[in-house]
């Protein structure tokens, strides 16, 4: 079976700090894909990465930047600088070839970044 | 204008009411999926579908219905709405590289 666990259900941070969001997951498939979404509190779901699982390099874009260890089954998440409109639900998700390319979501983080 | 849009955005039923949300897209997608969200909780898998003629259950698939009326068109159906089905619902598309595209989500809530 198919599983995503986003451990920390909430974060409270001060703008500027760095903050972590961690993802681990779970799949037999050996071809898969990992995402990050993000849900702001007018409740859209908004894309942030995709990353196969062919690919471990760590990607960078701006502020935010992923770490994907096939080693330890995460793929973590970090936001540099972290500021107010930061806050929000964030998702992580697993999709895989052999299951029809449906995504499989964890229970979601809440960042709530104070000024 | 939106790739994926919803109708309606927020609707307030009954008890026993049958209700229609429907999603179109833009995208020529094949792969077309309708999610629950509940409050707290991440996205769960309603009902998918890969082209016209194939459509599959998911995770919570009980107390809904889809109907795929054309490549662009995939509607969700409550025939008899209850209250423990007031969440907010989300269609979406998927690309070859299994990208997922939502729609805005609809806030349904069940009297």
């Known amino acids: 079976a198919q599983k995503v666990t986003q451990a920390q259900t909430e974060i409270s941070v001060v703008e500027k700090e760095d903050v972590t969001l961690d993802c681990v997951y779970e799949t037999r498939d050996t071809t898969y894909y990992l995402f990050w979404y993000k849900q702001p509190p007018s409740g859209e779901l908004v894309f942030l990465i995709r990353?196969?699982?062919?690919?471990?390099q760590n990607e960078i874009s701006g502020r935010y930047s992923w770490n994907f260890q096939k080693s330890t089954s995460s793929f973590n998440f970090t936001i540099t600088a972290s500021q107010v409109v930061d806050s929000a639900v964030y998702f992580c998700?697993?999709?895989?070839?052999?299951?029809?390319?449906?995504?499989?979501f964890g229970q979601g983080t809440e960042l709530s970044v104070k000024p | 204008d939106a790739d994926v849009t919803q109708t309606p955005r927020n609707r307030i039923t009954k008890t026993g009411k049958r209700i229609m949300l429907e999603c179109s897209q833009t995208?020529?997608?094949?792969?077309m999926y309708w999610y629950r969200q509940d409050p707290g909780l991440g996205l769960q898998l309603i009902y998918y579908?890969?082209?016209?003629?194939?459509?599959n259950k998911g995770e919570i698939s009980d107390g809904y219905s889809v109907s795929r009326q054309a490549q662009a068109k995939f509607s969700l159906s409550l025939e008899s709405a209850i209250p423990n089905q007031t969440a907010l619902y989300f269609c979406a598309t998927s690309d070859f590289q299994a990208r997922q595209f939502f729609g805005p989500g609809t806030r349904l809530t069940v009297l």
């Open positions: 579908s890969f082209d016209v003629k194939d459509i």
């Open positions: 998700a697993l999709s895989s070839y052999n299951q029809g390319g449906k995504l499989i």
């Open positions: 990353r196969n699982s062919f690919d471990e």
């Open positions: 995208k020529g997608h094949d792969r």
